[in-house]
Nanobody
Framework: QVQLVESGGGLVQPGGSLRLSCAAS????????MGWFRQAPGKEREFVAG????????WYADSVKGRFTISRDNAKNTVYLQMISLKPEDTAVYYC??????????????????WGQGTQVTVSS
């Protein structure tokens, strides 16, 4: 059974940075697309960033382009989300997800079959 465990969330001031990590276990990691989603209170879960199985292709929601960077280390079965220039509107629970294939460009929830439990990111002064 695939397990995804996120870490690295916390409270940060506007303009600050955080790096989220997601460690995968119990299944194949290196041949699947990985993604990050987030869900703010009262809102739908939304796509944030995705990375192909090789790590050579990445894609982002318009709201985070230029501020967030997704990366992966297949030797460590870990995917990361580096976040800079954080804004209060980035406040949400952030979820790591494993794609159903290794294809590029997946942005919908249905394209991801396994999810972590989430880590809270709060951007506030």
């Amino acid at each position: 059974q695939v397990q995804l465990v996120e870490s690295g969330g916390g409270l940060v001031q506007p303009g600050g940075s955080l790096r989220l990590s997601c460690a995968a276990s119990g299944g194949t990691f290196s041949t699947y697309t990985m993604g990050w989603f987030r869900q703010a209170p009262g809102k739908e879960r939304e796509f944030v960033a995705g990375i192909s199985w090789t790590g050579s292709s990445t894609w982002y929601a318009d709201s985070v382009k230029g501020r967030f960077t997704i990366s992966r280390d297949n030797a460590k079965n870990t995917v990361y989300l580096q976040m800079i220039s954080l804004k209060p509107e980035d406040t949400a629970v952030y979820y790591c997800a494993r794609g159903n294939t290794g294809a590029m460009g997946a942005t919908t929830r249905r394209a991801y079959g396994y999810w972590g439990q989430g880590t809270q990111v709060t951007v506030s002064s």
